[in-house]
């Protein structure tokens, strides 16, 4: 949908949309797992934007002459079938194969393939038509083996740009469900009780109430009484401000298959979780099987960038592949201190620039155009370079995971601990297991308070987490369950930290819109 409309923006063209259907058969339900869910759920419960036909247009001369995007039912009622030119894939190779004929479009650059598209769209024919209709149940424009690979890489300049991301938004139903739910994703901090007798009134907007402990049996009186109102600060519901939480995907159910599967396929992490930013700190590379390896000894490390990962068997490789897409809880405990770790240094670093540039307001005019408009290089002794940061993360993240005795003094206060206070999980786990992850997080960041400083510690500074919440912990309604997924990518696409399932879509779709808010890639992980 998104690189499908991509193609009707540059082409001119406005894009149609359909509702997200499962089944087309004209009911109203369908059956999934056992129990129904609805047939087709309304785009528009969940986005909003460029997509939906919405969104700025005067500010933009390119956008104002764009026809705006509009749904299949309207299409159907202003697009007789006489009136549509119906194309294909297939169409498309066979103008290559005139035009361009070195060309496979089937292994070919996304930019390439969205230039051929581009191309087959100006024949006289197919430009002069007012209705155009990729035909029913064929090949997709873009399909999985271009959005799965890095073939796609070089649509991003493209992609960034236009009004498909940079007027994506998200739905009023969304909004709300986030709004009900605000508990789960902001710190105690942004809270503020007895809201009569804050100063400054205007600038807390938001009213929520607490909720009660369920545990609790209060008396006759007390269940009348409304739970205190809560005041909320502002920022949270300004989609470009980040949350203080580190989102979480844990796909359960049908990945503990599906996992293996993608062993056996060779698969790598999809297009968009592999761009090189990532690699830096997440790499996964296919593990070669080698049988004349003595798997007893096969540590399984990440090797250097020039190094194949070589294990003994198809099981071992299975293993590499389960730790990275359906971990365990003693794997995420691991994954989210040593993340947790590399976000520390990347906010002691955005700190002191910060403190750097607050600092002087006050100084003669040069200098402080001097300090505050320079950029860093390596040779700058005031600032280190962002290769010189992603250096040092890389050895510190090895130096915890390896739980290696710290020579030097540790602190005993984060400066990440300002901006990262709660954790959220994406999740379809079960309640059981989902309850022996929360556990073992809290406590694994509980043993900072005593195990900083001490010969072999993994933790370098005290840690807590205010809460650990997941998408099972959501209040919904009616309206709002069959949406519960874009509610969690919207959190996500905010949160300070997101570490992601490189193999998902879903991730995928998430990180992409990070990419494009522009968080740093130490901001973005994966298992």
């Known amino acids: 949908m998104v690189f499908s409309s991509l193609l009707a923006s540059e082409a001119g063209l406005g894009y149609v949309w359909d509702d997200y259907t499962w089944n087309r058969d004209g009911s109203n339900y369908s059956e999934f ?3 129904p869910i609805p047939s087709r759920i309304p785009l528009s419960t969940m986005i909003s934007g460029h997509i939906l036909g919405r969104g700025p247009r005067d500010e933009n001369e390119s956008l104002a002459v764009l026809p705006r995007s509009i749904s299949s039912r309207v299409y159907e009622r202003l697009c007789p079938p006489s009136e549509r030119v119906i194309i294909h894939r297939d169409s498309v190779k066979a103008h290559l194969q005139e035009s361009n004929p070195s060309l496979d479009i089937d292994n070919a650059s996304g930019e390439e393939i969205l230039d051929a598209w581009l191309s087959y769209l100006e024949i006289p024919a197919v430009k002069e038509s007012r209705c155009i209709e990729v035909k029913k149940d064929t090949d997709h424009v873009f399909d999985i083996w271009l959005l799965g690979s890095t073939r796609m890489h070089n649509l991003w300049d493209r992609l960034s740009r236009s009004p498909v991301l940079t007027q994506w938004g998200w739905s009023p139903l969304i909004h709300g469900a986030f ?37 609790s049996s209060p008396t006759s009186s007390q269940e009348k009484a409304p739970a205190p109102l809560r005041v909320a600060n502002p920022l949270l519901l300004n989609d470009s401000a980040p949350l203080p939480i580190l989102a979480l995907h844990l796909r359960r159910g049908d990945f503990k298959e599906h996992c293996l599967n ?31 390896i003595d798997s007893t000894t096969n540590e399984h490390r990440r090797p250097d960038a020039a190094d194949d990962i070589v294990v003994a068997s198809m099981g071992d490789r299975k293993e590499i592949y389960v730790r990275h897409c359906f971990p365990d809880a003693a794997q995420i405990v691991k994954r989210v201190r040593e993340v947790v770790h590399d976000y520390e240094l990347f906010a002691e670093e955005r700190d002191r620039r910060r403190r750097a540039t607050k600092s002087t307001w006050w100084s003669w005019k040069g200098v402080s155009k001097e300090i505050t408009e320079r950029k860093p290089n390596k040779d700058d002794d005031g ?58 997080l809290i406590e694994d960041a509980a043993r900072s308070n005593f195990m900083v400083g001490a010969d072999g510690g993994e933790w370098e500074f005290e840690w807590v987490w205010e ?20 509610l969690d990518s919207y959190v996500a696409q905010r949160a300070e930290v997101f570490v992601g399932n490189g193999f998902s879509s879903l991730t995928s779709n998430i990180v992409m819109l990070r990419k494009q808010k522009g968080f740093d890639p130490v901001q973005t992980r994966f298992w």
């Open 262 to 292: 993608l062993a056996e396929w060779s698969a790598t992490y999809t297009g968009v979780n592999s761009f090189p930013e990532f690699r830096v700190r997440d790499k996964f590379d296919v593990p070669r099987v080698a049988p004349s």
């Open 33 to 35: 797992n056992g129990r």
């Open 467 to 486: 809460d650990v919440s997941t998408s099972r912990d959501l209040q919904l309604g009616w309206e709002e369950k069959p949406v519960a997924q874009a």
């Open 179 to 215: 709004e009900k739910n605000l508990r789960l994703f902001a710190s105690e901090k942004d809270f503020l009780s007895n809201h009569h007798s804050i100063p400054f009134g205007g600038l807390w907007g938001l009213f929520t109430r607490q909720k009660r402990d369920s545990s």
């Open 383 to 440: 600032h280190r370079s962002h290769s010189e940061i992603r250096e040092e993360t890389e050895r510190r993240s090895n130096i915890v995971g390896r739980g290696v005795a710290k020579s030097k003094a540790l602190r005993s206060q984060a400066v990440s601990s300002k901006t990262l206070k709660r954790i959220y999980i994406m999740t379809n786990g079960d309640k059981e297991w989902l309850a022996e992850v929360k556990a073992a």
